[in-house]
């Protein structure tokens, strides 16, 4: 067994620009990698809606685009868990990051194949590859020495590189390539991005073994043969689920208590209190990155339809899908410096604090849409580009409030032999806010079985709604910020 923690000594990596050399290939990863994925996010319910349900309405082929794109990404998150602890367990960080960007590869191109078969097949090995790539994350906080002043700046450049991948990763695949050749090689595109990927990690990832554990490889070579027969294995009910929505969900829910289980055995028998009230706490934390998300995922599904049909714009509306990375790299060099500002004041909030003050961000934004919606949303009519903007700049500030440090605060928190499942299975909360997220999109669609509502009034009912239960439960944060913050035992 080995550990994926914060390492106790320091590495000995040479730097560059203030940082170990090794953490500017992994951000060149991030960036490819992500371009890959925020290529094809940028249109793809509206791509499903007209290419796989063209007989349907308008309404009808939103509603299962809706659904069809939720299940995908809540399922992308939720295979983390598993490719965790395989990871941990079986290949090894190195190993199973390799493998994922490869197959990475190989489903985006069966993703851009024209039939709805073979575009589910893609989707469903591209979920399960993703599960392999939690080590990313983890490799990021191995450059680092524990206690290193440096590592919170790593995992902020490492979220600027993931926004950076994501903010021209809608403008090359959905815009210029979608729009000279298609959307179907959108998906090429996005191919190409996580070839390059892997190809970077494939060349330079031998410059990590001195942050490795001395025992990388938990087994041999044949590791990699049995994984890549068990995802050969099961890709197809892995699609059938994705055909299955309802299905789906019961899976989805029944990974989340077995790991809540799981967590919940292990300190038991660990029999350790200051351990046990962290996970504690970060099992509070999770409620509310599962809310934050699940108000934010509405950027790709409900807000992008609503872009396309009820805005004003003199742009196409996937730009609209540049926005929140956009944001991200002007606002995130600020926040970085904001945080250190406070802290020498004392006055740095804590991080329960945070996330009470992303989530009353987050329902902002969605109060400014419904506000707008009620004042100039009358039949037929469209509001001004301008709102939307501010709305994305909201849930972008909140997500800038609490998801950076996250990534950090797993390497603090998790027992040191579980690392990557702790991780993996703090990505599967953006699974579950992508599961209600499309369920919360569905409610919008004009068609929308059980609601007399239509068109521009039943996006101004859900947003009122998003509106002010995300204001109770960002109080409710916030009042119980200094409890939860004992229950972490010193993690800031």
């Known amino acids: 067994m080995h550990t ?3 390492q106790s000594r320091d590495p000995g990596f040479a730097s560059f620009w203030g940082h170990p050399r090794p953490l500017w290939m992994l951000m060149g990863v991030t960036v490819w990698f992500n371009f890959a994925f925020y290529g094809f996010r940028a249109y793809l319910a509206p791509y499903i ?3 796989f349900y063209p007989q349907l309405s308008s309404a009808q082929a939103m509603q299962h685009a809706d659904v069809l794109s939720a299940g995908f990404l809540a399922l992308m998150y939720a295979t983390p868990i598993i490719g965790g602890y395989v990871a941990d367990k079986i290949l090894g960080e190195v190993r199973a990051l390799a493998i994922s960007l490869w197959l990475g590869v190989l489903s985006l191109l069966l993703m851009s194949l024209p039939t709805l078969a073979g575009f589910e097949i893609g989707m469903a090995l591209f979920a399960l590859s993703v599960g392999l790539s939690v080590p990313l994350t983890v490799l990021i906080g191995l450059n680092y020495a524990k206690g290193d002043a440096r590592r919170e700046g790593g995992y902020t450049l490492y979220y ?40 970077l990690f494939q060349l330079f990832h031998r410059m990590l073994r001195p942050a490795l554990p001395e025992h990388e ?5 044949m590791a990699t043969l049995w994984v890549l027969v068990a995802i050969a294995v099961l890709v197809y009910p892995t699609a059938l689920l994705l055909a299955w929505p309802a299905i789906l969900n019961i899976a989805m829910y029944s990974l989340m208590v077995l790991l809540v289980v799981y967590i919940i055995a292990g300190c038991v028998l660990r029999r350790n209190r200051v351990q046990s009230q962290r996970y504690i706490a970060l099992l509070l934390l999770f409620v509310g990155l599962v809310m934050f998300w699940t108000f934010s995922f509405q950027g790709y599904s409900s807000l992008n339809f609503f872009a396309r049909d009820h805005v004003n714009t003199p742009f196409n509306y996937i730009w609209f899908q540049s926005a929140n990375p ?18 020498k004041r ?16 987050a329902a902002c934004g969605f109060g400014v849409m419904a506000w707008a919606i009620h004042q100039w949303g009358g039949d037929g009519a469209k509001i001004n580009w301008i709102i939307l903007a501010v709305c994305y700049l909201l849930l972008t500030i909140g997500e800038l409030a609490l998801s950076p440090i996250g ?23 953006y699974a579950l806010a992508y599961l209600l997220s499309g369920w919360i999109a569905e409610q919008t669609t004009p068609v929308h079985v059980g609601t007399a509502l239509s068109g521009m009034a039943a996006y101004a009912h859900v947003y009122s709604l998003l509106f002010w ?20 035992h010193g993690v800031h």
């Open 49 to 51: 809606a007209e290419n």
């Open 326 to 343: 956009l944001y991200i790299l002007i606002f995130a060099p600020f926040m970085a410096m904001l945080w250190p500002w406070l802290d």
């Open 346 to 361: 004392h006055k740095d909030p804590s991080t329960s604090r945070k996330y009470g003050i992303g989530l009353l961000l």
């Open 217 to 221: 490889h938990p087994y041999g070579p």
């Open 469 to 488: 239960s995300g204001l109770v439960v960002a109080i409710l944060f916030l009042m119980a910020a200094p409890w939860i913050q004992r229950l972490m």
């Open 4 to 6: 994926t923690t914060e």
């Open 160 to 199: 600027m590189a993931i926004n950076f991948g994501a903010v021209i990763a809608p403008i090359i695949c959905g815009i210029i390539i979608a729009q000279l050749f298609g959307y179907r090689w959108g998906f090429i595109a996005a191919a190409f991005g996580m070839a390059l990927a892997a190809v």
């Open 407 to 429: 990534y950090s605060m797993i390497g603090q928190l998790a027992a040191p032999e579980e690392t990557s499942l702790v991780m993996g299975g703090w990505f599967f909360g």
